[in-house]
């Protein structure tokens, strides 16, 4: 079983690099979403009676997969699915509030007040020229992150329901939506952290 990527150092740089934000996203969805079939598949326990040649001889509809021991589910959905989750979820909530925040280190941040001053003082004809009103200022870095940070919200979820719907279907999971099953998961942790403080 893949592990999955190590967790990144968060630093605004990090998130500005959306190629790197990108890229980690990417290995990480690789290595537990997009492969949750043979994950899956890894746990369901071996036949017991062995291959009975017999069973090929009939065609018919492919038989339902077999369901997944709930201990060995429950243990792949809490040490492998929930803290990749959790740690595309940390990242993204990071790069979304540094999207958010005052840029005082956007390196373009002189060139785009140049160019709205020459756009300013720019005389426009529309008569001899109807696309000479046109102007697209460059978009700020923060602009830029709020808007891949959207996109990439937008992918995790869809990832995220496809992986839930074959999980439910393999380990019988009772939770409705990947949401709540991940909100229930925090809780749990939460519980578990709060208790070993306490002794």
Same mark, same amino acid.
């Given at each position: ?36 079939t ?7 326990v ?39 989750? *959790? ?27 140049s ?41 995790e979820?869809?990832v ?27 809780? *749990? *942790? ?10």
């Open positions: 079983m893949a592990n999955p990527p190590a967790v990144p150092e968060l630093t605004p740089k990090f998130c500005f690099s959306t190629a790197a934000l990108r890229d980690f996203l990417r290995v990480s969805r690789s290595s537990v979403d997009d492969t949750i043979q994950h899956l598949n890894a746990l369901v071996p036949s017991k009676t062995g291959f009975d040649p017999s069973s090929t001889s009939l065609r018919g509809a492919r038989p339902p997969s077999r369901q997944i021991d709930p201990a060995l589910s429950r243990n792949f959905k809490d040490k492998v699915l929930f803290p990749a989750w *959790q740690t595309r979820s940390h990242v993204l909530s990071y790069c979304a509030l540094v999207a958010t925040s005052p840029d005082p280190d956007d390196p373009e941040a002189a060139i785009r007040a160019e709205n001053e020459r756009n300013r003082e720019r005389v426009v004809d529309e008569r001899l020229d109807p696309y000479s009103a046109r102007y697209f200022p460059r978009e700020p870095r923060t602009e830029q992150l709020a808007s891949t940070i959207r996109m990439e919200q937008g992918v979820n869809i995220r329901t496809r992986t839930w719907d074959i999980v439910k279907e393999r380990c019988g999971e009772s939770a409705t939506t990947w949401k709540e099953a991940l909100s229930e998961w925090r809780k *749990q *942790q939460e519980l578990g952290q709060t208790s070993s403080v306490r002794e």
